[in-house]
């Protein structure tokens, strides 16, 4: 799920949750079945940062998190990009454009949306109202890339021209 699904979740699913959960796809079968520089229990460790965290929120019945998806898109997460030192040029390749890109839409949107729900978030009621209302973002301004699905369709067109593609997988999968 992307990020602000899971933070915010009655937010209103658009085109850019979509692409996101693209991204995380991807990063899990990479993160999954592609050597990279990290320990296994590293990987782990990272993988349920990534893809489990969760915390209930008894009082709606609902569960929020992205925190650690959150921190990995606004580059808080240093340790990503030590992963991503893998022996597979075009897959780093897509790993950092991609990244740059969503990188550019979490902060255009923290710019103009979030900053306002945060300050909300002190107050319990207003959080309660603020959880259990459908939540829209922002329009997104001409300059931010992922507006549309273009860009991410050039990021994986530019990638999949490269010739140095690696052969280099492991034999099962990181994590279970």
């Given at each position: 799920m992307s990020t602000l699904h899971l933070r915010f979740p009655r937010k209103v699913h658009d085109l850019q949750d979509n692409l996101e959960f693209f991204f995380y796809v991807v990063l899990f079968y990479t993160l999954q079945y592609l050597p990279i520089s990290i320990s296994?229990?590293?990987?782990?460790?990272?993988?349920?940062?990534?893809f489990e965290e969760c915390t209930p929120m008894y009082a709606l019945g609902i569960n929020i998190g992205g925190q650690a998806k959150a921190r990995l898109l606004a580059g808080a997460d240093t340790s990503f990009f030590c992963l991503v030192s893998i022996d597979n040029p075009p897959v780093n390749?897509?790993?950092?454009?991609?990244?740059?890109?969503?990188?550019?839409?979490?902060?255009?949107?923290?710019?103009?949306?979030?900053?306002?729900?945060?300050?909300?978030?002190?107050?319990?009621?207003?959080?309660?109202?603020?959880?259990?209302?459908?939540t829209q973002m922002p329009t997104l301004a001409p300059h931010i890339r992922l507006r549309d699905h273009s860009h991410f369709f050039k990021i994986f067109k530019d990638v999949l021209a490269l010739e140095?593609?690696?052969?280099?997988?492991?034999?099962?999968?990181?994590a279970h």
């Amino acid at each position: 799920m992307s990020t602000l699904h899971l933070r915010f979740p009655r937010k209103v699913h658009d085109l850019q949750d979509n692409l996101e959960f693209f991204f995380y796809v991807v990063l899990f079968y990479t993160l999954q079945y592609l050597p990279i520089s990290i320990s296994q229990l590293e990987l782990v460790d990272l993988m349920k940062a990534i893809f489990e965290e969760c915390t209930p929120m008894y009082a709606l019945g609902i569960n929020i998190g992205g925190q650690a998806k959150a921190r990995l898109l606004a580059g808080a997460d240093t340790s990503f990009f030590c992963l991503v030192s893998i022996d597979n040029p075009p897959v780093n390749s897509w790993m950092r454009a991609s990244w740059l890109a969503f990188e550019e839409l979490h902060w255009y949107i923290e710019d103009e949306k979030l900053k306002v729900l945060r300050a909300r978030m002190s107050d319990s009621a207003i959080l309660t109202q603020e959880v259990q209302q459908t939540t829209q973002m922002p329009t997104l301004a001409p300059h931010i890339r992922l507006r549309d699905h273009s860009h991410f369709f050039k990021i994986f067109k530019d990638v999949l021209a490269l010739e140095e593609w690696s052969q280099a997988r492991k034999p099962t999968a990181a994590a279970h």
